[in-house]
């Protein structure tokens, strides 16, 4: 082969660049997808991570909340933020001693395109996942839960009010999961990498942004997947520059191989295209299951009512007048009514439903009542309950109200 074909030199920082990045995607990608395969290594792969990471909190980070193993990986809880710092110290002590011995490299021009498949394929992985939860909305709830309705606003936590506030507008959400399906079917094939890249990094640069500005959980897994999109589109950066913010000519970019055979070099690609056509599929069936399971047939008078009128043996309570007396009242799934008290407190009943003969029985004191219903959202129950009568009138509280 000739010396044209000779791949340029890399620079130093570009070198050492590479080095850090491939050791610690190995440890990031490579030894977790490898170890989970098989309960044995899962085991042993486990038992090290929790000796490093204990070590580690112990002896450097002494990190102020207790290690939850339950919750293990490079998530944002305390064993999570300790792992990425032990992921990334021995990614340096990693890159420092392959720095030195292999120090007359010029280019990793045949170990690159192996790192870009990876990166593909783990993003790919995590785009696929996230988009289908979002395109058959069921990632956030819509409407939020009974229980949170009726919750001040300044006691609900951000992460909660943000997972309401995309939930409570489906299109929205299914938005936001087609534009990462979109840079996911993108990334799955080499010459189109590149808008999928840049387009996989808008999204996740939106998401780790939603995530650390309303305290989401997820921060570190956001970041890496924006990191992993950002060193994607990194090798293109000059002629993205060249096109669109100094208005110049720019050549073709090429699709480093990874094999010298043409038709050897296609099979990684075709296999990773296959295995996103497949995750699709598969992750839309789950997401449709799911769909079903947090969105099961609503139940009769289903939903939050206020409690408007309510009179105890006959005598009128008004609001704010005695502790017990009811405030609101939901239906949140068959067979159950609870019940908010003025004092805050609030009881859930057995509820025996029969809409034919509008009566309903609560357990477990066996109390009766008859209602009916003169307007479509007003809910008239009079019965007896702990032995004295009732009569309480109930308007229902939209969830979701709409301008128009």
Known sequence: MSDRHEPPR????TRIAFRFLFCYFILYILLPALALR??????????????????????????????AFDDRGASSSPYGWVLFLCYVTLACAATVVWSVLDRGRV???????WLRLALRFALASAMISYGTLKVIPSQMTAPPPLGAVQQRIGNIFPNHLLWWTVGASPPFERATGLAELLGCALLLLPRTTLLGAVISAANMLLVFLLNM?????????????????????APDLQRLADVFLFNRRTGPSRVPPLF????????????????GLYSIKSDLELSAERYERFHPPRPPLFGLWSVEGFARDGKDVPLYTEPDRWRLVMFPAPGLLRVEQMA??????KLDLDMERKMMMLGPSQATFSFHQPEKDVLVLDGQLEGRRMRAKLRKVPLIRRTT
């Open 213 to 233: 500005c309303y305290d989401v959980p997820v921060k570190l897994p956001s970041l890496h997947l924006l990191a992993m999109a950002a060193i994607l589109a």
């Open 344 to 349: 805050g407190s609030s009881k859930t009943y």
């Open 10 to 13: 890399w620079s130093l920082a």
């Open 107 to 113: 280019h990793y021009a045949r170990l690159h395109p």
């Open 260 to 275: 010298q055979r043409k038709w050897l070099d296609r099979v990684p690609h075709i296999l990773l295209f296959l295995f």
């Open 38 to 67: 098989n309960d044995f290594l899962r085991e042993q792969y486990f038992d090290v991570m929790d000796a490093v990471v204990v070590s580690a909190d112990e002896a450097v980070v002494h990190v102020p909340y207790e290690l």
